[in-house]
Each structure stands twice: as C-alpha cells, then as structure tokens.
C-alpha cells in the first residue's frame, strides 16, 4: 500500500502485488495491548509496605481471593507472585461461534513459575481486540479450579449479529504476555473439541542428560474427525517439556496440531527429578478446554536409558513454514499444472507472497484478459490469491515471472497443509530433452497481526523426454539466478500548480434518504495508472455497509481495474458508529494502461440519519496518491464531497 512515509518512487501496483510484509500488516488485524505494564509495576513494586520483600518473589495481596463457600474457611493469605520468568499460555473455548447467534467464549489463562510449575495468586490483565462483546472481568488471580491450578478464568460475551472476524484476546503479567483467539464466523458452527487422545512413548534419540519421552496429543471433533491447526497444552507432573516439531509459541510447552490433528512434545525427565507425589503419574495435554492424559513412569530409573546422537536443540527449533512448488514430466508442446503447496508447519499464516521465475523453454500460460493463467484455492483455503506478470508491464516473451499475493480481510489462517494455487505452464514445441527449473523466491509471510513469519522457498522442476522415440539433442539448462528487482531511484520533484485531482461527489437530500456518489478523477495531463485514497466520515452521513460488513462500494468496470479493495477505517471498526472513514485502493495487478481523464473510479452508497438536521456535511478527501505505470509517484490533490441535507 502506498504511504506518506515511503519513498515516492515505489508504485501502487509494486505496493500491492509487489511486496513488503507491510501490506499485509495494514490488510491484517492489528492486535494492541497496552497499559499493561504500569498496572502490573503498581500491583509488584520494588518495596512493599508491609514489609514483603519482592527478591522473595512474592508480595502479600491485599484482597482474599474468592473462592466457593465451602472453602471460606479457613481463608489464608494468597500470595501474589511477580513470576518475572514464569511462562504464560492462554486458551479459548469454543474456538469459533456463530455471527448470527453470537455466544459465550470462556477464556482461561494458566500461569507457571521458571520450572513450569503452575503458580496461584497470579493477577493477569486481560483485554480483547477489536472490541466485540463485554469482557468480564478485565483483571483475574490465577487459582485452583478443579484439578487445575494456576487458572484465571474470564468470558467474552459476544451478542448476536456480531461482524464475522477474528477477535485476539491477550492476558498479562509482569514477566510477559500471551495471546489466544476465536473466530466469528457467519452461518457457521464451532467444530468443538470432543476429546484428545496422550500417548506417552521414549522418543528415538537425544543427548540430554535426562530422560526423554515423546508425548502426543491427538484432538478430535464430535464427529470424530481430527481437528488440524489447534494450540495444546502439555503439562507434567514430573520433568519439563522442551517443545517439539509443532511448537510455535515461545513458550515450549505449547505444540500445534498437524493436518492429521496430531501435537507432539517432549518431555526432559532430569535424573535427580523428584518422582510424583500422587499415583498414577500422569502427562496431560489440554485444548479448547478438554483435557486428555497418559501415565509415565513415576520415577526417574523407571523410564529405560536411550542412546542416540542428535542435539535435543532441533527439538526445540520451530521448522519455518514452506511453500513448495510442484515437478513434472511432460513432453514438447505440452501443458501442464504446476501447484503451490504451503506446509506451515504451526505457523499461524493468514497471507503470503511469492513469485516464481521461469524461462526457455518454459513459461506460464496467459489468459485472454493478458493475465496468467493461475487459479486460487480459496475454497479450501479461505484466502484468495491474486497474480501479476513480471516485470511489470512486460508483454509476452519479455515476461520472466509471476508474482503472487494472498491474503483475506476475513483473517482467515491457512491450513497445515493445503494447495495454494496453481498455474498453467506452456513447454515449447521445439523444447530440446533436458530438466528445467520453476524458481520460487521473494517470499515472505505474515501472521494475523500483521508479522512479518519465516516462508522458506522450494524450488519445482519439469523434465521434457521424448514420446515418439525420435532422439533430440539433451539441453543442460544453464544455471540462473533469480533476477533482482529494478529499484527506482526516488527523485525530487516540484509541486505541480495543476496537479491531478480525485473528486468526491455533492448531493442534496432529505434525513433518512439514501444516495449513490460517484468518485471521479481529472488527470490534468498526468498518466496514471494506480490510486489510493481515503475519505473521512461524519456521524450524520456515513457510507453504508454490505451484509459482508464491507463498505457499499463498487468499482467502475469500464476501468478494467479488478483488484481494487475498499475497507472501512479504523481496521475492526466493523462498520459502526466507530469507523470514522473508508479507505480505497483503485488498481489492477495486470492491467497497467492510463486512466482516462475525467473516468469515474467507483460509486459508493451514502446513508443519511433520519434525525440528521439541516445542514451542509463534508466527505473530506485525505491522504490520496497515485502513480504512473512506470511506478513513479503522482501528486494528486483531493476535493472534499458534500451532502446538504434540506427539510421535507
């Protein structure tokens, strides 16, 4: 996307299609938490007055717990402890509720000490973006709840006919911060965890003093089926879990399931580790609050001895996320479908990017609309992916790759394991016997916050042979090298007296009636190719909403610009009283001709309040720009619509 703070030289389409994780930090949800940390000083301080020392890592609370009547008495003391270094893991139940009938989520927060002890008398802050429902409580102290100890518990009531979203829910102490999420979805049902099945085996190596056990977790719906993409817990009444495969948060003891449903995680049984104080000795693992257990060995000379020589370090590395182009054999003439499979490997991803270079005797097919000819997944995917030929503005043989962008305003996470998108790819008639390389690179990734994560590259690959026996000389592709995108130096440029201008309409109306305006542009000259701009909102005239919470906006077809995105402003404001303005991003990842002069961009439908008092309302046009096909910045001034409203 373009920005104030970027250079010039950079272009809508290189904003968009191009490339920086940054456009998929602005699309995605911003997640804000703040306010945290001087509530926490005020509640652990250096010196407590009554004389409790904070080395001593706790603080004498200053209210009793509440705990159920049977338990009043006697009522000791809690501690509050600052648990400076204790992780912090948090979960939600259900994972996802439906729009329509909104629901209850219980959230839970377990707090542990240095040695993944769960600890009580913790005082965690919670908060929840974007604001959807009541959270209650916003500050808890960890307790015994049940069999658990070290839980604080909260709800979220969400109320029906919420935007369908991802809200994030965080909780905090003074050692750190963790954070959970659900999913409101429309017309949809929780796929609730039923059930989870503990396995508890040695594992195949490791050089840690101790002993190691491969525990996995196994997660099943009510239908039986396994669930992929869930966050576990794994606790243990004796030694400490280092992580596993599918760990992704810092956290160690937290593992994500595979497509299969499966978590893995190991467990470090020390030799000196004091054996457990009940029997059976269990290790559990917990996720949308069901938990599933296993019996271990109750003592440290129980769990036989391995020998084996890896470092238990790769244990504990997460793998990156990856995403893997398809190998072929096809013979001359022909055309095949080459995938992208993205394995995330728990890696929480909600959008993407990558291009995938090729050349002689290869190229990926173009569609009649001069686009490549590669389709999405979304179906399966939830998340769309758009493509453009590169460089940009190259026509046929001067095209050298394709890029691709995925991303979904809905946040959707992508599964664990799922083709992505594929194209098609043309081999030469002519193309002599031989191996010749699709070359993925430029990748990068972003979590639902907007982060840019690890997205490892792999090339594909397609062999020509020979099928009618004819022998043709063997072609040794030579080696090459991704090229290196052409950086345009930005420049200095004097404010144009007559620069191009992006008009919003006017209109007289009555409270309560609804209008469609249309957003023009006068190019003064200039050649554009590419806008964006925003347009401020005042509480008596608002642009209205789709069912889909979107904005009621639609582009001019006759500009041939079909990737163009509309969003109300600020992110997760979900079409209420809180959005304060639209943002639109007129542009097309493959068509790169000048706009006419005078073309109207889009229309939007304006929604008047029924009690809006005569007067005269702004549409104010902020931060718009431009750029030419060449990728060179644009000055483009707005100028404000206006809507006066008149009696009956």
Known sequence: MLSRREPQGRSLRRQAVAATPGILRELLLPVVFAGLLGALLAACGDDDEDGASVDGRTLTATAALRTPTAQRTPTPTPTLSCLCQGPLYLEVAPAIIGATTGGTVRVRAFAFDDRQQPVDGVQLLFDHAPKVGTLSPAMAVTRSVGNDRGVAEVEIVVPPGAAPGRVTVSAAHLGGSSSASFVIAAGASARIVRRIAVTAA??????????????????????????????????????????????????????????????????????????????????????????????????????????CTPAPTSIATPVPAGLELSSHTAAPG????????????????????????????????????????????????????????????????????????????????????????????????????????????????????????????????????????????TYTHAPTTSPTPTRIRPRTRTPNP?????????????????????????????????????????????????ANGRPDCTVNPDIDRNATLFSFRPTGCAASSACTAIKAIVLSFHNLDPLPDGAQLYSCRIAVAADAAPGRYPLRVTESLASNPRGVAVELAGVDGEVTVVAR
């Open 202 to 307: 040695p594992a195949d190596c490791s050089t840690h003093p101790g002993r190691l056990l491969e525990v996995r977790a196994t997660v099943f719906d009510y239908d039986d089926r396994p669930l992929p993409a869930i966050r576990v817990l794994f606790r243990a009444e004796r030694g400490t879990f280092v992580g596993g495969p599918q760990s992704s948060d810092l956290v160690a003891m937290v593992s994500t399931t595979d497509a299969q449903g499966v978590a893995v995680n190991y467990l470090s049984i020390e030799p000196d580790a004091p054996p457990c104080a009940a029997s059976p000795c269990t290790a559990s693992a917990t996720a949308g609050g069901v938990t599933g257990s296993v019996e271990i060995p109750p003592a440290a000379d129980d769990l036989p001895a391995l020998t």
């Open 334 to 473: 022909e055309r095949i479908t080459v995938t992208a499979r993205l394995r995330t490997h728990g890696s929480e991803l909600a959008g993407f990017e990558n291009e995938i270079h090729f050349g002689p005797p290869l190229r990926i097919a173009r569609r009649t609309n001069g686009g490549p000819d590669c389709q999405d997944n979304a179906d399966e995917t939830g998340n769309p992916v758009h493509f453009a030929f590169q460089p940009p503005g190259c026509r046929d043989r001067e095209c050298t790759a394709v890029k691709a962008l995925a991303f979904s305003f809905q946040l959707a996470l992508f599964p664990e394991d799922a083709v992505v998108y594929s194209c098609t790819v043309e081999v030469d008639e002519d193309a002599p016997a031989g191996i010749y390389p699709l070359r993925n690179g430029a990748a990068l990734a972003a979590t639902p916050d907007g982060i840019a994560a690890r997205l490892v590259a792999r090339d594909g690959r397609v062999r020509v042979v020979e099928v009618d026996g004819t022998p043709r000389p």
């Open 498 to 546: 007559d620069p191009a201008r992006l008009r919003v309409g006017s209109a007289t109306v009555h409270a309560g009636d609804e209008i469609t305006l249309a957003v023009t542009l006068d190019t003064h000259g200039e050649t554009i190719s590419g806008t964006e701009n925003m347009i401020e909102l005042v509480p008596e005239v608002r642009i209205a909403a789709k």
